[in-house]
């Protein structure tokens, strides 16, 4: 997409390097609380499960929008850019971000339930 070649994306490295700036982010806050849920069995496992979910996605979604932008702006993986572009993406993940990773968690989960 940005004419950079995978192998030339130390996306790994990056992952490995943004396992402190995770732990001080809102995505923690929501698996310490999706933790909290599963104490209680039914519907607490349900919720703790979908808090787990939105946490992973802001993750991911902050991750994958740093590098593209990186890429994007610089032609090239640079990994302290995009490393302090997801610090800013978790630090105060937007609204917006927030409720379309949410939609995308309970979109699967009724996905999910009604397959059985």
Avoid: C, W
Avoid at 22 to 45: C, Q, S, Y
Avoid at 94 to 107: F, M, S
């Amino acid at each position: 997409m940005h004419g950079v070649p995978v192998r030339e994306l130390a996306v790994d490295d990056l992952l490995k390097r943004l396992g402190l700036t995770v732990r001080n982010a809102t995505a923690v806050v929501l698996a310490i609380a999706g933790n909290a849920f599963k104490a209680f069995p039914g519907l607490g496992t349900l919720g703790g499960g979908v808090l787990h979910a939105v946490a992973y996605g802001l993750v991911f979604d902050s991750v994958g929008r740093a590098v593209s932008a990186s890429l994007a702006e610089k032609a090239a993986f640079d990994q302290a850019d995009a490393e302090r572009r997801v610090r800013e993406l978790l630090a105060e993940p937007g609204r917006e971000r927030l409720e379309r990773v949410a939609r995308i968690v309970l979109d699967a989960v009724r996905g999910s339930g009604s397959a059985g």
